[in-house]
């Protein structure tokens, strides 16, 4: 490997513009340590964009979006948003980015870090190494249903919104788990309420045929997404691949986030179909949102951020020991008991957004 690879960077709003700040310190290095080739441009995104132009991207920065080989991504959300109309925050907020890059495979891995431990609201040997992958689909079912919308008169209004799956976005996706499933530990749990919804029995017998016919080498099991939601709980460390829908991903993400004690340790991928010249679109968004409460205080944890950067690199660029050497580095840091405020044990004075970052760019040298 060492193709060119065209990074676009949208830092977004709140800490979002902080926190990837301080991972394109870590990009750097990672450049020049192992010599890898890529251009990086940045431009805006968000409230101050809609402020200008009525969008939260502009036309020609969509584009830019649409051609990228990776676009990392900071955060989007805070003051401002009530003003913006529903339509034009579906259009060209995060849902128009992931519909018009065609990114239906969302990837977030979750684990927890041992440091982690005095910090996670589950009992430390429930949550200190658990390794799981959720993979949520994430442009299809009820996000992206027709048909939708509200009807009818004041009073007898009826609001509408379309749980909706073909086979070949189940199958898509599907594929998408069990291939990761072969470079993690080989096992696939697929979420679902095929009990309740004929979309959901859809669900089950398109995964279960793809598993027959094309991945008999992994193990699959079907779990009833509620009962997901229990076990990710009292057990996580028995999953590898969670795979699921659009909205069951978003809720089973989100309760799977708890398990490192914060949302701020943990990256995320959005990958689309790989095009005709080899490269496939994908966005890195750390998962934490813009935290408008802490914006600007320079306080953010930035090793969600980090951790894109790392995913970036094993995902698009194909440098493996570069991504490794990252995930190294954040775990060092971790377990020298370095921490930013949304991971502090009581009485511990937490670093900066950029003291953390010093921390793990100097364990990747240290290591190298
Ligand atoms: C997520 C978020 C988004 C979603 C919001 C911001 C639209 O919660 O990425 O999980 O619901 O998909
Ligand atoms: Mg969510």
């Known amino acids: 490997m060492n193709t060119l690879l065209n ?8 800490i979002g513009a902080e ?3 301080e991972s394109l310190r870590v990009l750097d290095w990672a450049v020049s340590a192992h010599s890898l080739d890529m251009k990086i441009s940045e431009t805006q995104f968000g409230i101050e964009v809609f402020r200008e132009h009525g969008a939260l991207i502009s036309n020609a920065d969509m584009a830019l979006a649409k051609r990228a080989d990776a676009i990392l991504f900071g955060a989007i959300g805070g003051p401002g948003y009530q003003d913006v109309p529903a339509q034009v925050r579906r259009e060209t907020g995060i849902l128009g980015l992931r519909k018009h890059l065609g990114l239906f495979a969302n990837l977030r891995p979750v684990r927890g870090f ?16 658990v390794d799981l992958l959720v993979v949520r689909e994430l442009t299809g079912g009820l ?3 027709e048909p939708r919308g509200v009807t009818g008169e004041a009073g007898a209004r009826r ?6 799956y073909t086979e070949a976005e189940i199958a898509r996706i599907a594929r998408v788990a069990f291939e990761a499933a072969r470079t993690r530990r080989g ?28 991945f008999s080498d992994i193990t ?7 009962n997901c939601a229990l076990q990710i709980i009292r057990d996580p460390k028995r999953f590898d691949v969670i795979l699921t829908d659009n909205m069951f991903g978003d809720l089973l993400s989100d309760g799977a986030a708890a398990i490192p004690g914060s949302l701020g340790v943990l990256p995320s991928a959005s990958l689309g179909e790989t095009r005709k010249n080899g ?4 966005l890195y968004e750390p998962v934490h949102g813009s935290a408008p409460d802490i914006a600007g205080k320079g306080i953010a944890n930035p090793i969600g951020a980090i951790l894109c950067v790392a995913m970036m690199l094993r995902q698009s660029a194909n440098a493996n020991p570069a991504a490794a050497a990252i995930e190294k580095a954040v775990e060092d840091t971790l377990d020298a008991g370095i921490r930013t405020a949304d991971i502090a044990p009581t009485g511990q004075s937490p670093v900066s957004t950029r003291a953390m970052t010093d921390a793990v760019i100097s364990r990747l040298s240290a290591n190298a």
Not at 115 to 121: E, W, Y
Not at 159 to 164: A, D, E, L, R
Not at 202 to 210: A, F, G, K, P, S
């Open 7 to 14: 990074i676009l960077v949208l830092p977004g709003d709140g």
């Open 279 to 282: 490269s496939r679109p994908a």
């Open 187 to 214: 096992k696939v749990c697929s979420a679902d309420k095929s009990n309740v919804m004929e979309a959901g029995a859809l669900w089950r017998d398109v995964v279960t045929e793809i598993h027959a016919a094309e």
């Open 19 to 21: 926190v990837t700040a």
């Open 143 to 145: 996000y992206f249903g």
């Open 159 to 164: 609001g509408i919104n379309t749980h909706v």
């Open 114 to 129: 041992a440091a982690l431990g005095d910090v996670s609201p589950l009992k430390s040997d429930i949550m200190s190494g």
């Open 220 to 226: 699959l099991d079907h779990i009833l997404a509620d």
